[in-house]
């Protein structure tokens, strides 16, 4: 029987059932007794729509999960052939990265043949290669030296949501030394320039600067062969050798010039001659102000073998200790001073080559042991007073901190005049382990002269922001300060402070000790002549008496003395421990 159809319909509606939905519709109509309204046709096409929809969805998201499960097993082959270009390497993610960055790059690193500049002021990096520790630990190398003066660090980090990435600063300067440069071509471009500086009656200076175990005793002293090292090829040796080939030239050779060394270490701010068993010495300024070591051991030389004999002799005598970085860190600056001088013994021009101490040894100023925070006070000290020294030189008539540590002021007249001149070679570690230090190195040389660095990726280059001058007025130490506020708090000012006051304490202790004890000598003489006296069977008893209430109040007066400065020096230490205490509390953690 054919199913009867409404009224409301029409014969010839435009109502149209889709096929689609034609088995819903027999099925409804059977559910209805075969009568079809237009309000069941509406509902049976809004029904095959939904269900139309719901599939389209399921299809969609069938096709999603198909394609996220592609990408995964992409990302997943891709991971694994990074991984295998390096197995077992834990830090595969940032080396891949830094691969990728430099792949990007024009490299044109520093030649032989490019020319030599001349300056007053040179800075230069040098990175050294991976050692062997390094590449059994499979360091990655996070030091890009793209160009002849530029250098880029990438450093590794983590968002919050564990994603890595890197953070590439970028720094530069004079000279960029990479990897493969030999000490021959370091030496050609920093301290064989300013050879001919101190034959033309000028000083010149050259700093090896960086982390323990960056390279600068090899750099200044000479390749290492095992525990052996070539000292014929260091900065020293190669130094003395332009200085004698210069000696026999024939413009230099009626100035009757000879050449003498001095060796000596600066360790918590005390002076000690290396080329007289350790023997502390004096810093003095004369009447003149002019600077005086008194006591400085002064070797006449005759040729490069002589002095590679009292380079050995001081090195062996330096200073060193345990740090975080180095189980043998240099604890103290090594200066090693080449002088030429006329026949009348006037000083014609000085060479002064400085070895200094483990820049990671100035954090050590938060140590429970006070020699080890004393060492840290005055490196840190040192260090930033060697830059703003170095920086003053470059601006001609600004003041000079000199006195603001023991080095720069054994070393003021290097930074003073039109014919002094200084090269800083900062030597960096390449290993992501050593990143911190390294950049701290890096920023330390970037503050001495300020050239604007950019990203080699880049075209734009930044600008340098230019630096206040400040009140000659104001002490050495608050100077520092005042050019280093994001380095030197004012908690960390009031501890340099007492550490200086210390030990000026300690030296007037222990000076006045040494007089006293030079003074024992002579009482002793004089008891021995008065008890002699009164061997006699008839002897002056009120001369003798008078003399020795002399002696005894003499006695008494210079003990109460030496107890006046034992008990200052005592006061200032624990002044120095609570000053200690009040830097590290307000030192922010990180």
């Known amino acids: 029987m054919a199913p009867k159809v409404n009224d409301s319909v029409g014969i010839g509606s435009n109502t149209v059932v889709s096929n689609e939905s034609e088995d819903t519709t027999m099925e409804v109509i059977s559910q209805t007794g075969g009568t079809v309204t237009r309000d069941s046709v509406q509902h049976l096409n809004a029904a095959a729509r939904r269900r139309s929809n719901v599939v389209k969805e399921v299809e969609k998201l069938k096709k999603n999960r198909e394609e996220r499960r592609l990408r995964q097993a992409e990302i997943k082959t891709e991971k694994e052939n990074l991984m295998n270009l390096d197995p077992g390497n834990p830090n595969w993610e940032f080396l891949s990265m830094i691969r990728e960055y430099r792949q990007n790059l024009e490299f044109r690193p520093l030649r032989d043949t490019d020319p030599v500049e001349d300056h007053q002021i040179t800075v230069c990096v040098r990175k050294r290669p991976m050692n062997k520790k390094e590449s059994n630990r499979k360091e990655v190398d996070v030091i890009t030296v793209p160009n002849k003066n530029q250098t880029s660090v990438h450093e590794p980090k983590q968002k919050v949501d564990l994603t890595k990435y890197l953070e590439n600063a970028h720094f530069r300067f004079d000279y960029a030394f990479d990897e493969s440069c030999s000490n021959e071509i370091v030496y050609k471009y920093t301290a064989r320039p300013l050879v001919q500086t101190i034959f033309d009656g000028g000083m010149a200076t050259c700093f090896a600067y960086g982390q323990t175990g960056s390279g600068k005793t090899h750099t200044m002293g000479g390749d290492f062969n095992g525990k052996t090292q070539d000292c014929q090829k260091g900065i020293y040796a190669m130094t003395t050798k332009d200085v004698f080939r210069l000696l026999k030239e024939r413009a230099y050779r009626n100035l009757s010039l000879h050449v003498s060394c001095s060796f000596f270490e600066i360790y918590s701010g005390k002076v000690f001659d290396l080329l007289a068993g350790k023997a502390k010495l004096r810093v003095l300024e004369d009447g003149k102000q002019q600077v005086q070591v008194i006591g400085l051991t002064e070797k006449s030389v005759d040729g490069v073998d002589d002095v590679l004999k009292l380079i050995q002799i001081g090195n062996n005598a330096r200073t060193s200790g345990q740090t975080s970085a180095n189980s043998n860190s240099s604890r103290s600056h090594a200066v090693f001073q080449i002088l030429l001088r006329g026949s009348g013994g006037k000083v014609h021009g000085k060479f002064s080559l400085i070895d200094l101490a483990g820049n990671e040894r100035g954090a050590d100023t938060s140590s429970a042991d006070r020699q080890t925070r004393m060492e840290g006070a005055e490196i840190n000290k040192s260090l930033l007073a060697l830059k703003e020294c170095i920086r003053a030189l470059g601006r001609k008539g600004a003041h000079l901190p000199f006195r603001a540590s023991k080095l720069t002021q054994v070393l003021r007249d290097s930074f003073i005049g039109e014919k002094s001149k200084t090269c800083m070679i900062a030597m960096i570690s390449p290993g992501l382990s050593s990143c911190e230090h390294s950049l701290n190195t890096l920023r330390y040389a970037d503050r001495v002269k300020e050239l604007a660095a950019h990203d080699p990726m880049e075209v734009k280059i930044s600008s340098v922001n230019e630096e206040d001058e400040v009140m000659e007025s104001e002490s050495d130490l608050a100077q520092l300060r005042s050019l280093n506020e994001h380095e030197i708090s004012r908690e960390m ?98």
């Not at 030079?518 to 008893?541: A, G, H, R």
């Not at 003990?559 to 008990?567: C, I, N, P, T, Y």
């Open 493 to 590: 000012l009031t501890f340099h402070e007492t550490i200086s006051k210390l030990q000026e304490a300690e030296d007037e202790m222990v000076e006045y000790h040494k007089h006293l004890y030079d003074m024992t000598v002579q009482w002793n003489q004089t008891d021995k002549i008065l008890i002699s006296l009164t061997n006699q069977v008839e002897y002056d008893q009120e001369a003798y008496t008078v003399r020795l209430m002399e002696l005894i109040d003499e006695k008494s007066r210079m003990m109460a003395e030496l107890r006046q400065k034992v008990g200052k020096y005592r006061s200032l230490a624990a002044e120095e421990e609570n000053a200690s205490k009040k830097m590290n509390s307000a030192t922010p953690r990180r």
